[in-house]
């Protein structure tokens, strides 16, 4: 990441100027140079049991006794993780990996609903507030930092291969990574980190 923040050439390319906010190189920047206090708070995190590749292609729907009901597959990669980490990875990978067209604000205000329902279901008490601060973490933490693909940028052998690897056009690849960074660096602000 800190290559292609300082590689003037990449975010000169029309592409990149066209899909990221103008100020997004400079936030990004800021949260690199915050790193190391982004991983201590996803670390003083309280564990959970997580399935840890909760993505839309992982969690199917289903009704049953005439409810319906989401059931989780694939379960390869079940252990511990910071709290809120499975929302994070749905909604972050759902949105800016898979490109699924869905309001972000909407898709995560429903997550984090229906994950505090569920742990108050299960007699867990923790308030929204706490909740909203770990999803913020770990989604600055796991997933902001993400951006090399935009590396190939202006290189027609790069971009196919990058278009290849990822099934997608590289047009595309370069928005949900503008997409990410401008949900990322706004979801960072005024996020208490000690």
Partial sequence: MPAILEAD???????????????????LRRLWGERERWWGALDRLPLTLAHLDAFRGNLMSRTARGQVETVAIDWAFMGLAPLAADVATLVAASLFYHGDPLDPQAVT???????????R??????SMHELERA???????????VIAPLRAAG????EENMEQRLRRPFR?????????????????RGVELD
């Fill in 135 to 145: 999803y913020a973490i770990n989604v600055v933490a796991r997933w902001g930092f």
């Fill in 172 to 188: 595309e690849i370069v928005r949900l990574i503008a997409e990410r960074a401008r949900y990322v660096c706004a979801l960072s």
């Fill in 109 to 119: 205000s429903a997550c984090l609903a229906a994950t505090h329902d569920g742990l």
């Fill in 155 to 158: 290189d027609p052998a790069r």
């Fill in 9 to 27: 050439d990449v975010w000169a390319q029309p592409i990149v100027v066209e899909l990221f906010d103008p100020g997004a190189r400079e936030a």
């Fill in 121 to 126: 279901d299960v007699g867990h008490r923790i």
